[in-house]
């Protein structure tokens, strides 16, 4: 197997690891709210940290790709944001409601930058899909509407997450299908020779 090849076959691979993560991350913080409190908080900053390390790795991936630091930026946004609500648990809701507003619409914004960047391989447009709805999600959440609350932050979070794991496990089988078609060439140039 060439190296393109290889390196076609791992991303895939890891974007279908981190899809997977972001989209069960996603779940859990949505059940977040059963939970009361001061552990509300740190299960939303741990998870937040857990997301903020799988976009920066994929923002990494992104940008040895030649494809812009955006990704890179979204991940430590989110790694601040989630270090600032495990550092103080018992914050208010205010907090809570405006940290995490913040790094939705934040790392929608990048997302945006990202997608255009990525463009036209296939699975862009999702990219901007999604970064279109964690910009809604982020000002839903801030304006408190039509939900308020943990109840709402921890909703709308698991929401995004989801909505970025699924746009993960879409690119992944983008780069799978150019994996394919790599290996199939090769083979085909073996033949010819």
Request: charged content about 10%.
């Given at each position: 197997?060439?190296g393109?090849a290889?390196?076609?076959q791992?991303?895939?691979?890891?974007?279908?690891?981190?899809?997977?993560?972001?989209?069960?991350?996603?779940?859990?913080?949505m059940?977040?709210?059963?939970?009361?409190?001061?552990?509300?908080?740190?299960v939303?900053?741990?998870?937040?940290?857990l997301?903020?390390?799988?976009?920066a790795?994929?923002?990494y991936?992104?940008?040895?790709?030649?494809?812009?630091?955006?990704?890179?930026?979204a991940?430590?946004?989110?790694?601040?944001?989630?270090?600032?609500?495990?550092?103080?648990?018992?914050?208010?809701?205010?907090t809570?409601?405006?940290l995490?507003?913040?790094?939705?619409?934040?790392?929608?914004i990048?997302q945006?930058?990202?997608?255009?960047?990525l463009?036209?391989e296939?699975g862009?447009?999702w990219?901007?899909?999604?970064?279109?709805?964690?910009?809604?999600?982020?000002?839903?959440?801030?304006?408190?509407?039509?939900?308020?609350?943990?109840?709402?932050v921890?909703?709308?979070?698991g929401?995004?997450l989801?909505?970025a794991?699924v746009?993960?496990?879409?690119?992944?089988k983008?780069?799978?299908?150019?994996?394919?078609?790599?290996?199939?060439?090769?083979?085909?140039?073996n033949?010819?020779?």
């Open positions: 197997m060439n393109a290889r390196l076609l791992g991303i895939a691979r890891g974007l279908r690891f981190f899809g997977l993560l972001l989209a069960g991350l996603g779940v859990l913080v059940l977040v709210p059963i939970i009361a409190g001061a552990a509300a908080v740190v939303v900053g741990l998870v937040l940290l997301a903020g390390v799988a976009v790795a994929f923002g991936q992104a940008y040895t790709l030649g494809k812009g630091p955006f990704g890179l930026l991940g430590a946004f989110a790694i601040v944001c989630s270090l600032a609500l495990l550092s103080n648990p018992i914050a208010s809701l205010s809570v409601t405006l995490v507003a913040g790094y939705l619409v934040a790392q929608g990048a945006v930058f990202l997608g255009l960047r463009r036209p296939d862009w447009v990219l901007v899909v999604d970064a279109a709805a964690s910009i809604l999600f982020g000002l839903s959440v801030w304006v408190g509407w039509p939900l308020s609350g943990i109840r709402a921890g909703l709308v979070l929401l995004k989801v909505s794991g746009v993960l496990l879409r690119i992944e983008t780069m799978q299908r150019l994996h394919d078609r790599a290996t199939t060439l090769r083979a085909r140039g033949e010819g020779r």
